[in-house]
């Protein structure tokens, strides 16, 4: 299997191991699996201690016991609170060196209800072994850790939830839904939420699909209040909260998320990158409007983009943190170039 595909079955592994009651005994375990299965060469975690980070459990030789604030790649993602990624460790300023066998790392910040208790760091003996994938996958292995869900609550939904989205279109079937999942509790980490009801607004935002796409975001709501099964894990007040966030993650709706929770699940069901947003608009006009010639279709996409994400459109960012602010605003200059805009059309119309 490749890459991806071994994160995939290492991520399933860890979510039937991590048990939420002790995050040392969770990282522990994490250590064990990502080391094993990734065949990293150090595999470990520093915890958050004062103005230090130290030594957690961890997969491999002996290492450095304790870090200071904004030293070194772990103290530095501490520091600036993100992933970092270091293709050669010799090129990374005061790099601290626990063993001269690692060639390449990277760290990623571990987030519980706003406040970073830890990082994951991996050392690589290869120059360069590390990318987007890793991070990725690796971010989300870290907020599953912090943000451990309901065992019963994540079978219910598995098991009676999810399949219903594997008749639904491409663009809400049950790749999309798993995604806006793992990045809602992402974000989820960021704030003092309750994980579990984030998990399962998500799960539920676009089930109304099942009935009318126009409107699936207040079918979605309803279907959540319907639902009796839910009450064994929340009150009526947070079945209704969970309701709410649901029927706010549409971007067209004009009005701001009412809640925290709205905010997480509208910016989760949101991936933009301004390459895969251009293609998908053409896709969706070549599928819709088979009837248009490539000029027609230009001038289709053009507007779309300005109306919806251009300076003036109406998506919003609601959350800093997500990665969508940045994404959006690389989109925005695009849209602003009108010639830079056409060649990436030409390009991904062919």
Not at 275 to 291: D, L, N, S, T, W
Request: proline share 4%; with cysteine.
């Amino acid at each position: 299997m490749d890459k991806a595909e071994n994160y995939r079955y290492t991520l399933e592994r860890l979510r039937l191991l991590i048990g939420g009651t002790d995050i040392i005994a969770d990282m522990a375990n994490t250590a064990a699996m990502l080391h094993q299965q990734m065949k990293f060469w150090w595999t470990g975690f520093y915890r958050v201690c004062g103005d230090r980070l130290v030594l957690g459990p961890f997969q491999g030789p002996v290492a450095c016991t304790s870090i200071p604030f904004g030293k070194g790649v772990c103290g530095t993602a501490w520091k600036e609170a993100r992933t970092i990624i270091v293709p050669d460790v010799d090129q990374f300023p005061g790099h601290i060196a626990c063993s001269s066998a690692s060639r390449s790392e990277i760290v990623v910040p571990i987030w519980q209800k706003g406040q970073i208790i830890a990082v994951l760091d991996i050392d690589s003996e290869k120059l360069d072994n590390f990318d987007h994938i890793d991070r990725d996958y690796l971010e989300t292995v870290c907020s599953e850790l912090s943000c451990s869900i309901n065992p019963g609550l994540r079978d219910y939904i598995a098991e009676n939830i999810i399949p219903r989205y594997e008749k639904f279109d491409k663009g809400h079937a049950v790749s999309h839904v798993t995604m806006v999942m793992e990045r809602a509790l992402k974000l989820a980490c960021r704030y003092d939420v309750d994980p579990n009801m984030v998990y399962t607004a998500a799960a539920y935002h676009d089930l109304g699909v099942e009935e009318d796409r126009k409107t699936h975001n207040i079918i979605s709501a309803r279907m959540i209040r319907e639902d009796g099964n839910l009450s064994k894990w929340f009150s009526p007040e947070q079945i209704d909260t969970i309701a709410d966030a649901a029927e706010d993650h549409r971007a067209s709706l004009g009005y701001e998320p009412r809640t925290i929770y709205g905010k997480i699940t509208a910016e989760a069901d949101r991936l933009i990158f301004p390459e895969m947003v251009v293609e998908r608009c053409i896709q969706y006009g070549r599928a819709k409007h088979p009837e248009l010639d490539k000029e027609q279709q230009w001038e289709r996409v053009a507007a779309h983009l300005e109306d919806k994400y251009g300076r003036n459109g109406y998506l919003k960012v609601w959350l800093p943190e997500s990665s969508n602010a940045a994404n959006l605003e690389k989109l925005r200059d695009i849209i602003d170039d009108r010639k830079a805009l056409r060649e990436l059309y030409e390009k991904l119309y062919r």
